[in-house]
């Protein structure tokens, strides 16, 4: 099973769908995409999903499939923007798919921190026996640890805090999973923001998964292509522990 999650920015034109669809990948997980860019693009995927709330743009995040069924975990907690727990089925597979594109505005559009709807999320009651499934969260979480002297001068939740509470459920990276790299010594950026370069974007994944293959487009074809200040992030899962996903309580 591959998985490509990658911020399009400003709108998932019929040019970028071509273009990431050259992974060929069973999910993708699109933000910056609208309601509209899923109408256009019905013929894009025979399953497709859109969530966004319009408080403070008309962008939120798209899920394709030809492969799996796509659809809201019953009773999400909305209030987490973005980190919305999705059901992704066939006939022999069920897990849960959280897309991320964490806001810094929250429901109230009220400025918040970036970390802080993952912070709420991952720490919601309501989510507690979810992260005991087959979980994974992926997405832009627009947070890493080079900004752990900010969160810390401001009082919040940092990156590093994230990575130790999801530890907690088991729940790692599957980047550095597979690279073996340290939290912070990311090799590979995935955003390109006035002319720096950052990882903020990031597959995190239950121990049920056992991964194959984590790839981040080069920073060099974004530069060529402009299409994104993001680089997708491809991950492959050959199986689980289990041999296979099912569980009926997803």
């Known amino acids: 099973m591959k998985i ?18 050259k992974y060929a990948a069973d999910i993708y997980v699109i933000q910056e995409c609208t309601n509209e860019d899923i109408n256009k ?21 798209g899920i394709f499939s030809n492969s799996y069924k796509i659809e809201l975990l019953p009773v999400p907690n909305l209030n987490f923007r973005y980190v919305i727990p999705f059901r992704i089925c066939d006939e022999n597979t069920s897990f849960v798919l959280f897309a991320v594109w964490t806001k810094d505005k929250d429901k109230n559009n009220k400025k918040v921190e970036y970390t ?42 940092s990156h590093n805090d ?41 597959c995190f994944i239950s121990k049920h998964f056992i991964i194959e293959n984590v790839e981040i487009e080069s920073m060099e074809e974004l530069k060529e292509t402009k299409l ?23």
């Open 4 to 21: 490509v999650s990658w911020n399009c920015r400003c709108g998932f034109s019929e040019k970028k769908a071509l273009y990431i669809d």
């Open 41 to 61: 693009l019905k013929d894009f995927k025979k399953y497709s999903m859109w969530y966004g709330d319009n408080i403070d743009s008309k962008y939120g995040i």
């Open 116 to 157: 802080i709807p993952t912070w709420e999320a991952i720490n919601y009651p309501g989510y507690d026996e979810v992260f005991s499934w087959p979980v994974m969260l992926i997405g832009d979480f627009n947070s890493n640890n080079f900004w752990d002297k900010q969160y810390k001068q401001r009082k919040v939740p």
């Open 162 to 202: 994230i990575i130790n509470k999801l530890k907690e459920f088991n729940i790692e990276s599957a980047y550095h999973k597979f690279n073996n790299y340290e939290d912070g010594q990311e090799k590979d950026p995935t955003l390109l923001w006035q002319d720096k370069t950052f990882h903020i974007d990031y």
């Open 228 to 250: 994104s200040d993001h680089c997708p992030l491809i991950v492959d899962l050959s199986k689980t522990l289990e041999g296979y996903l099912f569980y009926e309580n997803i």
